[in-house]
């Protein structure tokens, strides 16, 4: 392959390469010379936005399409399985339509849920999206269509997107946001990753030197191609020599050309670095030729497994009562618009044509006695008649379901949300259900969080997210009882906007955004703060039961492993998410009580058990470390949670997790005359040399064991000393041996942080 691509390389011109560095939406550039194909991209990620005319300005005229639930909904299928088959779906669909590579997934964090996006982005945990993401894009590329995953990096509001400027610290970006991408372009291996709009740390994504050259090429060795997100491409340069291979669309013909030849000859890029940028492209066009073929696919089935995705992605939020499910017999009164007229998918460059759109009030009447329907309100008002038809039709039934969220407006690439409120009017409609009706079940459709400040007055709530064209029967399903709910929340529902980790940074100023909250976004902020919230992360509730017994520790090999039994004690079959959370107390200070370690989700008929091992992440027991720009083991004690949400827990156990820390010769984290005992005695093994080196320092001795101490205003006075600090005091300790004991400490291991 390298010969060919080096004999092609000699052929092109300046102009040639030049014009293959820039893709005119929605294809690369063809040239004559050798069938240097272009390739065909489209839109994502919950269906295949393939226009009609190509180069239409109308982004809506597009070709019909299976419309998939939003990621925000797929999400919460917490099913690595059911993600593979939607990616397969989808890479199908769009060979059928000759769409060689689908920009999506998504996987930027939902940092605050205000984001304009978070319909399109799957979690506010990192662990989640990047283990559910991988499955997509492995599903979509073995189907012969690549994935563009996006949008790298810390793209987490719409607010000025294409400027603002994220200052992350390094610890944090790495933790949380980059680790949402790190699975997916290590295992998933994108053909495709798009470098978002924003800047991070002073430099826009698609030229930014620690996101793109150090972490994505070097760190992950991602050989795929890099494209730049809509008109996102700054300064060129800097974009090839840090790894950028095309801008989508840049400029074009002569006058890229010309630029590229003022760089050359300014000597700001070499030829080499020409060729190297665009090498990526030329190998990924003849990969994609080499694997067009002609396939069709059922309509009909893809269809269904639409439905399918729905109905393990709906979360049951409520149930009090066992309100739901439905009884046949039951008087039903189906109320509110997106009953008839359903908000199944969000605005903006996601938006596809939907092949056969169902809604829930016709796929109901199938299953239940409709005794009528009435819209009460229309998008986000109402009036008198709408709420006094609504108000009469639900005193004559048993029960009152009422569709209510967020109008498709409200919800949109392009611009953030301001407040986390349904509008006033379905609340009013609420209001005057309730005055005729108290079996009240609302059907939420929204793609990200919303206030429930009216949640006493109903007793079921069914989250059906953005559920795709198919949503309506899977709704009616979960109603009445023909499928078992077994969607989990992948992100909180707090109780009030102002209560959420982000709220006094969210969406920043004019120029830049800092993420002060650190690490501590979603659940790990409200965990940390003991802050109540609506619903918490993981939570969704069953028509079933499941009993959990028999819970194990095992750790093999450096790996950790969790054994526990789960029985379907309940009398309806169904899904079980089980959940896995570790934590250490030791992490002080801005770090999470505990993540999310593992999950799997199992299938049990009535009475039924399984006996699953889970497997822990490995990163949920190494931290960050900015001083050697890496990953390493953390030591000490862990809990480990097995539960059905973040904060119904139903075991825990301590773990000394022996992990071995990096041996002496890799470049870890090394101890200085400033570093503090307190940050030096976090590893046992350092505290013994400690002790048996200041043996014959009884000061320095006396500030070591204060360290150790219960009490924290002693433990500071001595945990805050460094060697520095200890040799103003004890005359005994000379620079030489300041320098002996961290060269022994250096040279025996690394030394992890406390905070
Ligand atoms: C969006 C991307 C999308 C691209 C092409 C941009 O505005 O941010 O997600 O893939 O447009 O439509």
Redesign the pocket.
């Given at each position: 392959m390298e010969k060919i691509l080096e004999q092609l390389l000699e052929q092109l011109t300046i102009e040639d390469k030049a014009a293959l560095l820039s893709q005119i939406?929605w294809e690369t550039t063809e040239l004559p010379i050798n069938e240097l194909k272009n390739f065909l991209l489209a839109?994502g990620p919950s269906g295949i936005r393939r226009l009609k005319e190509y180069f239409d300005e109308d982004i809506y005229n597009t070709l019909p399409t299976t419309c998939y639930p939003s990621a925000s909904a797929y999400a919460s299928s917490w099913n690595r399985r059911l993600l593979r088959q939607l990616g397969n779906h989808l890479g199908l669909e769009a060979k059928s339509m000759g769409v060689d590579v689908l920009?999506g997934p998504?996987v930027n964090l939902k940092r605050s849920p205000l984001g304009g996006r978070n319909f399109e982005y799957y979690s506010e945990d990192p662990y989640l999206t990047g283990e559910l993401a991988t499955e997509y894009i492995l599903g979509l590329q073995e189907a012969g269509t690549g994935a563009?995953l996006?949008?790298f990096a810390a793209n987490n509001q719409e607010t000025r997107r294409m400027t603002i400027n994220a200052v992350i610290d390094e610890v944090t970006l790495c933790e949380l946001y980059l680790r949402a991408f790190e699975k997916p372009v290590k295992v998933g291996k994108p053909w495709m990753v798009?470098a978002a709009?924003n800047q991070v740390n002073g430099e826009y994504c698609a030229e930014n030197e620690f996101l793109l050259s150090d972490i994505l090429r070097k760190g992950w060795e991602y050989k795929g191609v890099v494209v730049t997100?809509?008109f996102a491409a700054h300064d060129l340069s800097k974009g090839i020599l840090r790894g950028l291979n095309l801008q989508?669309p840049g400029e074009t013909g002569q006058r890229l050309a010309e630029r590229i030849h003022e760089l050359l000859q300014a000597g700001e890029i070499t030829e080499n670095d020409l060729d190297n940028a665009i090498s990526k492209t030329i190998l990924l066009s003849e990969k994609i030729q080499a694997e067009k073929k002609q396939v069709d696919f059922d309509r009909e089935r893809h269809h269904r497994f639409a439905e399918q995705v729905a109905e393990e992605s709906i979360v049951l939020l409520k149930n009090d009562n066992s309100v739901l499910p439905l009884c046949q017999e039951e008087c039903i009164a189906v109320i509110g618009e997106m009953a008839a007229a359903p908000r199944f998918q969000g605005g903006?460059?996601?938006h596809v044509n939907p092949w056969k759109l169902e809604n829930a009030l016709e796929a109901m009447k199938g299953y239940g006695h409709i005794i009528g329907y009435a819209a009460g309100y229309h998008e986000d008002s109402t009036d008198e008649a709408l709420l006094k038809e609504a108000e009469s039709l639900a005193g004559k039934a048993d029960k009152a379901v009422l569709f209510l969220g967020l109008p498709e407006i409200y919800e949109s690439?392009g611009y953030d949300r301001t407040d986390l409120a349904i509008p006033a009017a379905h609340i009013e409609l609420l209001e005057r259900v309730y005055l005729a009706n108290r079996e009240i079940i609302v059907v939420l459709s929204n793609g990200a969080p919303v206030e429930m400040p009216w949640i006493d007055k109903v007793k079921g709530v069914l989250e059906a997210y953005l559920p795709g064209e198919a949503g309506g029967p899977a709704i009616s399903k979960i109603l009445y009882g023909q499928v078992n709910p077994s969607g989990h929340l992948a992100e909180t529902f707090p109780i009030v906007l102002a209560d959420t980790p982000a709220y006094l940074n969210f969406p920043g100023g004019m120029k830049e955004v800092c993420y002060s909250e650190g690490e501590l976004i979603g659940y790990r902020y409200y965990d940390k703060a003991g802050k109540k919230v609506r619903f918490p992360f993981g939570h969704g509730l069953s028509y079933t039961t499941f009993a959990y017994s028999g819970f194990q520790l095992e750790q093999k090999s450096g790996d950790i492993y969790v054994k526990v039994s789960v029985q379907n004690a309940g009398q309806m079959a169904g899904y079980e998410v089980v959940q896995v959370y570790a934590g250490t107390a030791r992490e002080r200070y801005r770090k999470p009580v505990k993540v999310l370690a593992g999950f799997d989700k199992v299938w049990m008929e009535p009475g039924d058990t399984r006996e699953l091992t889970l497997e822990l992440d490995k990163k949920a027991f190494q931290s960050y470390h900015p001083e050697t720009h890496s990953w390493e083991n953390s030591c000490g004690i862990y809990t480990i949670s097995v539960g059905r949400s973040v904060e119904e827990i139903l075991w825990t156990q301590d773990v000394e997790t022996g992990l071995e820390f990096p041996g002496p010769k890799s470049q870890g984290w090394q101890i200085d005359a400033h570093t503090c005992l307190g940050d030096m005695i976090c590893h046992s093994d350092v505290l013994e040399i400690l002790r048996e080196e200041f043996a014959s320092h009884p000061k320095s001795l006396q500030f070591l064991e204060l360290a150790q101490m219960d009490n924290p205003l002693q433990t500071s006075m001595g945990g805050l000393m460094s060697f520095q600090n200890l040799k103003r005091t004890d005359d005994t300790l000379k620079d030489g041996d300041i320098r002996r004991i961290i060269e022994k400490i250096n040279q025996y291991c690394h030394v992890c942080t406390c905070a």
């Open positions: 939406v839109d920009l998504g563009c996006k949008h798009m709009y997100d809509c989508m903006g460059s996601s690439e």
